[in-house]
């Protein structure tokens, strides 16, 4: 039984039979299987109840040898399985990676697409402005000619 996963479960709160039940038949495989089969599992009537284990005498029993074989294949076997979650999660990674710049860029692109409209709508304001201030000038510098010379200098010069 792993102790990392049955210490988890008890600060979670779930009595030993209960820890011990979840995780053996669980095969010891998360924290998150044994809640898994714990929630599926509490309403049966043995639920809270010691677990017995009976053990079949018709299995020969390993050598000391054959044990350490077997041990060693076990561990090249959890070895394999770690190397190939390691590399699921690289790849998961590495596809997050690219979406996220992905993501990022376009955000960019629409930031600056924003930008330029702004900048756009800014430079037409202006030139508007600019030009009623032309019409504002022009109508000023007529009626500064009119005060000045009469009406009669600018018939003739027309």
Do not use: C
Not at 18 to 43: D, Q
Not at 97 to 108: D, M, N, P, T, W
Not at 132 to 150: N, P, S, T, Y
Request: proline share 2%; glycine share 4%.
């Amino acid at each position: 039984m792993n102790q990392e996963f049955a210490a988890g479960l008890e600060g979670m709160g779930y009595s030993k039979n209960v820890r011990e039940k979840a995780l053996l038949l669980t095969g010891n495989a998360s924290v998150e299987a044994a809640l898994e089969w714990i929630e599926n599992n509490k309403t049966a009537p043995d639920f809270e109840e010691e677990m017995l284990m009976v053990q079949d005498e018709s299995k020969p029993k390993l050598s000391p040898e054959e044990a350490a074989e077997r041990a060693k294949e076990l561990q090249a076997k959890l070895r394999e399985q770690r190397k190939k979650k390691e590399a699921e999660d690289e790849l998961e990674r590495e596809r997050n990676r690219i979406s996220g710049g992905k993501a990022l860029a376009e955000a960019k692109r629409i930031m600056d697409e924003q930008q330029r409209k702004r900048d756009l709508e800014q430079y037409m304001k202006e030139k508007q402005e600019d030009a009623v201030a032309h019409d504002k000038m022009m109508e000023q510098l007529e009626r500064d000619r009119k005060e000045r010379f009469g009406d009669k200098v600018m018939k003739k010069n027309m």
